[in-house]
């Protein structure tokens, strides 16, 4: 239930596969939950940032930065640190805080924030309309399966 479906995800997508199977699934399929569903969209979030490779330069290489500071010295208060810090993973539910912190606040585990999230969307979320060309599209696949299935009944 946790992030090892990231590692499940991760490994054949760093092989290749472009499909991730499962999310929101539990107990191998038996089980489907929403907030395990969301949960796991920001597993698969993680995955696709990994696979989509870094940037190498002299930007994100921070060659100068790397000189100016020199060895075994502190790049937080760097404003190149500053600056691209947040382009890796930012969890929405995953608590990288402090466990004196985390228990402060509450101790609410990531799964309990994936749910309150869940009950949001549940409560509050409006869809936009498909455009009508699709919403066409996909009626004419349907009708076109029935058909299918109806002539495989009447043989």
Same mark, same amino acid.
């Given at each position: 239930?946790? %992030?090892? &479906? *990231?590692?499940?995800?991760?490994?054949?997508?760093?092989?290749?596969?472009?499909?991730?199977?499962?999310?929101?699934?539990?107990?191998?399929?038996?089980?489907?939950? /929403?907030?395990?569903?969301?949960? $796991?969209?920001?597993?698969?979030?993680?995955?696709?940032?990994?696979?989509?490779?870094?940037?190498? #330069? +002299?930007?994100?290489?921070?060659? +100068?930065?790397? &000189?100016?500071?020199?060895?075994? &010295?502190?790049?937080?208060?760097? $404003?190149?640190? /500053?600056? %691209?810090?947040?382009? %890796?993973?930012?969890?929405?539910?995953? +608590?990288?805080?402090?466990?004196?912190?985390?228990?402060?606040?509450?101790?609410?585990?990531?799964?309990?924030?994936?749910?309150?999230? *869940?009950? $949001?969307?549940?409560?509050?979320?409006?869809?936009?309309?498909?455009?009508? #060309?699709?919403? *066409?599209?996909?009626?004419?696949?349907?009708?076109?399966?029935?058909?299918?299935?109806? $002539?495989?009944?009447?043989?």
């Amino acid at each position: 239930m946790g %992030h090892e &479906k *990231t590692l499940t995800g991760l490994i054949p997508a760093l092989a290749g596969a472009n499909l991730i199977y499962g999310p929101g699934m539990l107990e191998s399929g038996i089980i489907f939950d /929403f907030a395990q569903l969301v949960l $796991d969209c920001e597993f698969v979030r993680m995955i696709k940032h990994t696979v989509g490779g870094f940037d190498v #330069n +002299d930007e994100s290489l921070a060659i +100068d930065v790397i &000189k100016a500071v020199g060895p075994s &010295k502190d790049f937080l208060d760097q $404003d190149h640190t /500053f600056k %691209h810090m947040r382009i %890796h993973s930012q969890p929405e539910f995953l +608590d990288r805080s402090r466990m004196e912190v985390w228990k402060d606040s509450g101790a609410i585990d990531s799964y309990q924030r994936a749910l309150d999230k *869940t009950r $949001d969307i549940l409560k509050n979320h409006k869809p936009e309309p498909l455009p009508q #060309n699709v919403l *066409t599209r996909m009626q004419s696949v349907i009708m076109d399966t029935e058909g299918e299935l109806k $002539d495989r009944e009447n043989r």
